[in-house]
T-cell receptor, first 112, second 119 residues
């Protein structure tokens, strides 16, 4: 089963605006990762944040993690048409297994 | 090659037919994962290999699903007697080392997937 929910399920914004997506999860985690998936293609790793980190930046991406609320957010600043894709959070648990557990995803559409 | 390669990209199978899906991970990657992704959903874990050892197969939905990685490199996911509910995209991913080693920032690299349609 999926780890948790992503919110919103779909988001449409104008090019140049910022996009924020949220992810909630259920169990204790080792790290949380964000992936992007373009239509009909594989997933591309964007950023990883460890359970002892609260915020991380990579280019136009900013990720926050609140382990007390079991939630994370992904902010994409100055959005571009090429950012149109589905975004998934994935967690690596603390319970000894190696699998990533994915959320349900947010479909982001950037309007030129 | 530079990335994870999966073949075929598309497969149409008649119900009851057996299928085999191939994954070529990035050379030298220790860990290999198979995921199933239904339309509009996130990927769901199927199974995990560390080299040739299948360490976790808890996500395989039934005994019709079987995966192997005999030499610790190429992996094959086999589905016997396919059913319509098996229709999905099957994703393979590899990573350099186990996520629990000291290389805590190891990311997983995904292939393009095989879209299986059972008719």
């Amino acid at each position: 089963s999926q780890q948790g929910e992503e919110d919103p399920q779909a988001l449409s914004i104008q090019e140049g605006e910022n996009a924020t997506m949220n992810c909630s999860y259920k169990t204790s985690i080792n790290n949380l990762q964000w992936y992007r998936q373009n239509s009909g293609r594989g997933l591309v790793h964007l950023i990883l944040i460890r359970s002892n980190e609260r915020e991380k930046h990579s280019g136009r991406l900013r990720v926050t993690l609140d382990t007390s609320k079991k939630s994370s957010s992904l902010l994409i600043t100055a959005s571009r048409a090429a950012d149109t894709a589905s975004y998934f959070c994935a967690t690596l648990s603390n319970f000894g297994n190696e699998k990533l557990t994915f959320g349900t995803g947010t479909r982001l559409t950037i309007i030129p | 090659g530079a990335g994870v390669s999966q073949s075929p990209r598309y497969k149409v199978a008649k119900r009851g037919q057996d299928v085999a899906l191939r994954c070529d991970p990035i050379s030298g990657h220790v860990s290999l994962f198979w995921y199933q992704q239904a339309l509009g959903q996130g990927p769901e874990f199927l199974t995990y290999f560390q080299n040739e050892a299948q360490l976790d197969k808890s996500g395989l939905p039934s005994d019709r699903f079987f995966a192997e990685r005999p030499e610790g490199s190429v992996s094959t996911l086999k589905i016997q007697r396919t059913q319509q509910e098996d229709s999905a995209v099957y994703l393979c991913a590899s990573s350099l080392v186990s996520g629990r080693t000291r290389f805590m920032n190891t990311e997983a690299f995904f292939g393009q997937g095989t879209r299986l349609t059972v008719v």
